[in-house]
């Protein structure tokens, strides 16, 4: 009896087993780009509705006064894993971290840190008449934390590192900051195409801890970007 064909059998085994071999050891040894975030101060992006006097501020500190991204860009919806229950008619939504305030928060809903939650923005600008692509963005705004005051933000955790997803597949790791102030991550050109939703997931990966609470809590993540001015 030949055994010619059983030697091309296992031969063909055997390079197959090498090819997914090298390739398995090629696709994990391309990690995911970590990003820094950069400390900036809340002065650089917080102004007071208005003014008696150069130094007299009236009214509430508003995020962004005057013209930014949002002149022409915008978030179609936000949606996350989980939330925290509302407790004393304060609620804990994901879209207070894209209201343009301070005072709110997204907190994330599981008994522990929240490892593994989310918070998933969708960009869709087929509403925008003739809208042809253009517009994107590269930077994100963050207030880490429930930033309602100081004692506040101690009490409750913080995000360390969160992974992010662009339409589902991973783009890179963002490390942050343990800062009460604003923070900025710069991501790279993302662009949004006509005709097609554009999704971005921030999923928790670390925290840090919080003195009192393990609820894990950001107050802003908001934009900047391109194609609006």
Known sequence: MSTCGVFEKNDMKLKLTIFFLTFSS?????????IQAVQRT?????DYEDYEAPD??????????????????????INASSELKENN????????AHDFNKNTAWIEGKPDFGVGEFIEYC???????GYKGGLGINRIL??????KNKQIWENNSRIKQLKVYLNDKPYAILDLLDSF???????????????RETKLKFEITQVYEGKK????AISLLMFDGIGVH
């Open 26 to 34: 090629i696709l994990f040894s391309q990690e995911l780009k970590t």
């Open 42 to 46: 809340d002065s650089e992006f917080f």
């Open 56 to 77: 007299k501020p009236i009214g509430e500190l508003i995020f962004l006064k005057g013209c930014s991204w949002y002149c022409g860009g915008s978030v179609k919806s």
């Open 89 to 96: 008619e304060i609620n804990y939504s994901p879209k207070n």
């Open 123 to 129: 960009f869709d600008f087929n509403e925008i008449k």
């Open 142 to 147: 963050l207030a880490n934390g429930y930033k």
């Open 181 to 195: 102030e604003i923070q900025t991550i710069d991501i790279g050109e993302i662009k949004f195409p006509a005709n």
């Open 213 to 216: 609470h393990k609820d894990t």
